[in-house]
C-alpha cells in the first residue's frame, strides 16, 4: 500500500481542466451566433486577454466564413504573437480567404516577427489562389532570404504556386531542386502540367514519379486521369482505373467523377456509366459529369433521361447540369425539350441563366434551322450584350444552312467584337465562297493578311500501345511515312470506288484542282486515321482526338472508312464526339 502511495506522489499532477471560457469556444464550433456568446463569456469570465483564447476564437471565425469578425477580433489583441500570426495566415489561406492571408503575412512583418516555414506554405498558397505571379514571387525572395529555400513543405507550395500561375519553367526549376520530393510535390507538378495544357508532359512526369519508388495517392490519379482525357489516352487512364480498385483506394465523389470524365473523353460512354453506377455517394458535380458524358457523344436522349432521373432522386441540378442538358438538346436536335429546359430553369430552380446557356439555345436553334428564330433570341432574350460565343455559334447555323446573307450580318458583328480572331475570317470566307462571291472571299484573305492572321493550325492525336502520337496536315516526320502515305492513298482508292468523292468546300478556297484534292486527303485526321488501321488489330476501335472542328470532307471520308476498314472510328473533335459506325455517325450529320 505504501509502495503503490509513493508511485502515486512520484506521478506528474493531472493537468487542469479547461476552463469555462474554452469549454465555451469548443461548444460553439465555427457557429458565429454561437462565438459571439462565447466571446461574451470570454470577455466577462477576464480571459480577454489570453492569446490562446483569442487564436482559438479567430481560428474559429474564419472556419465560419466570418472573416469580418475575425478581423474585428484581432484588432483587440494585445501583442499578437508569432502562433496567432501564424494561426490566422493558415486559416484565411484554408477556408478561402486568400487576400486577408497575404494583408496578414505583412502585419507579421511590420511587428518584426519572424516567418518560419508555415508562415511561408500559407502564404504562397493564398498566393496561387490569387494567381498574383508577382506578388508570389516576392514571396518567394523573402523564403530565400530567411532560408527556407529548400524547406521541402515551402517548395512543394513553390512547385503549386507556379504551375497554377502558369509559369511551368519556374515550377519545373523548383521542383527539380528539392532533394526530397513528396507525394504532394509529385502531384502538383503532375497536375500543373495537365492544367496548362500539356498533357503527354504530365504523363512523362506520372512515369518518372513511379519510377523514383513514389507511391501515387487519390490526387495524383485525379491529375494524371485529367491528362488522359486531354490526349485520349483510353489504355493507360483504364491501367489507372485498374490500380485504383485492386489498391483498394476508395473511389470517392473527386477521383470517381475523374474516372467518368476520362471515359468520356475517350468515347467510352459505356464505362463511365459502370463508374456512375458503382460510386456509394454522387453529388451534383458526378451526375452533372455523367450527362455531360452522354452529351458530349452524341447520345441526347440518354442524357435527358439521367436529368430526369437526377430531378426525381437525385441532387438539385446547378448552372452546369444546366448546360450539359441543353447542349445535349443542341447537339441531337431536341428542341422542344431544350425550350422546356431553358424554361424550367429559372421557373423551378431558380436558376438564372448564364452566357453559356444562352449560346446552349442560340447553338440548338440554329442548328435545326431555326435561324429566324435564333436571331430574334439573340436580340429580344439576352439580357446583356451578344458576346462572341453567340454569335459564333449562330455563324456556324448559318454556314450549316447555308443562309449567307443572315451569315453576313452575324460575321460582321463577330469582327466588329473580335477583330482579331482567324477563325471569323475563315468562316467568313468560306460562307462567301459557298454563295459564289469569290471577290468577298479575296477581300476577307486580304484582310487577314493586312492583320497578320493566320489560320490555327490543325493537329490529330492517336493513342497505339500506350503511345500517343501527333499529326498534322501533310506531316511527314514519322519515321514511317512513306508506308502511312502509301496505305492512305490505298484506302481512299476503296473509299472512292464504294462512292466517296471529296468535298472541295472543307477547305478554304485557296487551292484549285488537283492541290485542293490533294490538301484534302492529307488533313491530319485521315493521317492518324490510316496510322491507326496499320498498326492495330481487326476489329478494334480507332480513337483520334483533333484540336479544331472536324471538316466536312473527312466526316463523309470516315463514313466510307467504317464501312472498307469495316472498323468503329471515334472522332473527339473541338465541338463533340464522332462516333462512326457500318457507314453512318452518331452524330446523324447535325454537329
Known amino acids: 500500500m505504501e509502495a503503490i502511495e509513493e508511485v502515486h506522489l512520484l506521478l506528474p499532477p493531472p493537468p487542469p481542466p479547461p476552463s469555462t471560457a474554452h469549454q465555451a469556444l469548443l461548444r460553439a464550433g465555427p457557429r458565429l451566433h454561437l462565438l459571439r456568446q462565447a466571446h461574451a463569456h470570454v470577455v466577462v ?36 504573437d508569432s502562433f496567432l500570426f501564424n494561426s490566422l495566415i493558415k486559416s484565411c489561406s484554408k477556408f478561402g480567404f486568400p487576400r486577408d492571408a497575404v494583408a ?71 521542383f527539380d531542386k528539392m ?31 513511379r519510377g523514383s519508388g513514389i507511391e501515387p495517392d487519390s490526387a495524383t490519379f485525379v491529375g494524371v486521369l485529367a491528362a488522359c482525357a486531354q490526349l485520349g489516352a483510353l489504355s493507360l487512364g483504364s491501367w489507372v482505373h485498374e490500380y485504383v480498385m485492386d489498391g483498394g483506394f476508395d473511389l470517392n465523389v473527386v477521383l470517381g467523377t475523374s474516372l467518368i470524365n476520362m471515359y468520356a473523353r475517350c468515347g467510352n460512354v459505356s464505362k463511365s456509366r459502370e463508374v456512375f453506377d458503382s460510386m456509394r455517394e454522387r453529388n451534383v458535380i458526378a451526375w452533372t459529369a455523367m450527362i455531360s458524358a452522354y452529351a458530349m457523344n452524341g447520345y441526347g436522349n440518354q442524357a435527358v433521361e439521367l436529368f430526369d432521373q437526377m430531378q426525381l432522386r437525385g441532387p438539385l441540378p446547378n448552372k452546369v447540369t444546366f448546360v450539359a442538358v441543353l447542349s445535349a438538346c443542341a447537339h441531337a436536335g431536341l428542341v422542344d425539350v431544350g425550350r422546356h429546359v431553358f424554361a424550367s430553369m429559372k421557373r423551378e430552380y431558380d436558376v438564372e441563366p ?35 460565343a453567340v454569335w459564333t455559334a449562330m455563324l456556324g447555323a448559318c454556314k450549316m444552312h447555308k443562309n449567307f446573307d443572315l451569315g453576313v450580318r452575324v460575321a460582321e458583328h463577330l469582327l466588329d467584337s ?57 506531316d511527314k516526320s514519322h519515321p514511317e511515312t512513306k508506308i502511312i502515305y502509301q496505305y492512305l492513298d490505298e484506302l481512299m482508292l476503296r473509299c472512292t470506288q464504294a462512292g466517296y468523292m471529296p468535298l472541295a468546300d472543307s477547305l478554304m478556297h485557296e ?10 486527303r492529307f488533313h491530319s485526321e485521315k493521317l492518324a486515321v490510316a496510322f491507326g488501321l496499320l498498326k492495330t488489330s481487326n476489329g478494334m476501335t480507332i480513337m483520334i482526338v483533333k484540336n479544331l472542328r472536324m471538316c466536312e470532307d473527312c466526316h463523309l471520308a470516315f463514313k466510307y472508312v467504317s464501312v472498307v476498314a469495316d472498323r468503329e472510328i471515334i472522332v473527339r473533335d473541338k465541338l463533340r464526339f464522332h462516333h462512326f459506325k457500318d457507314g453512318s455517325c452518331s452524330c446523324l450529320d447535325f454537329w
Open 511 to 520: 487551292l484549285e484542282g488537283e492541290e485542293r484534292e490533294y490538301a484534302l
Open 354 to 388: 448564364g452566357l453559356e446557356h444562352y449560346v446552349c439555345m442560340v447553338d440548338m436553334l440554329g442548328r435545326a434551322g431555326f435561324l429566324d428564330e435564333a436571331y430574334r433570341f439573340v436580340e429580344e432574350k439576352i439580357p446583356m450584350e451578344a458576346p462572341p
Open 179 to 209: 532533394r526530397d520530393r513528396t507525394v504532394v510535390a509529385w502531384n502538383s507538378i503532375i497536375s500543373g502540367y495537365e492544367q496548362n495544357g500539356s498533357a503527354k508532359e504530365a504523363i512523362e512526369l506520372f512515369d518518372l514519379m
Open 104 to 174: 496578414f503575412y505583412r502585419c507579421l512583418l511590420l511587428a518584426d516577427i519572424p516567418p518560419s516555414n508555415y508562415t511561408f506554405t500559407s502564404v504562397i498558397k493564398a498566393c496561387a489562389d490569387l494567381a498574383a505571379l508577382r506578388l508570389g514571387r516576392g514571396v518567394h525572395a523573402h523564403a530565400l532570404a530567411w532560408g527556407f529555400g529548400s524547406d521541402p513543405y515551402v517548395q512543394s507550395a513553390l512547385v503549386t504556386f507556379y504551375a497554377k500561375s502558369g509559369d511551368l519553367n519556374v515550377a519545373r526549376e523548383v
Open 45 to 80: 469570465s477576464g480571459s480577454h486577454r489570453s492569446l490562446s483564447l483569442l487564436t482559438k476564437l479567430i481560428n474559429l471565425a474564419c472556419a465560419a466564413g466570418a472573416i469580418g469578425y475575425a478581423r474585428q477580433v484581432f484588432a483587440t489583441v494585445p501583442g499578437p
Open 418 to 474: 473580335e477583330p482579331d480572331n482567324p477563325g471569323h475570317y475563315v468562316m467568313l470566307s468560306n460562307i462567301y465562297a459557298l454563295a459564289g462571291r469569290s471577290d468577298r472571299v479575296q477581300r476577307v484573305r486580304n484582310m487577314m493578311i493586312q492583320r497578320g492572321l493566320k489560320k490555327q493550325v490543325g493537329y490529330s492525336n492517336i493513342e497505339v500501345d500506350g503511345k500517343t502520337y501527333m499529326f498534322s496536315m501533310g
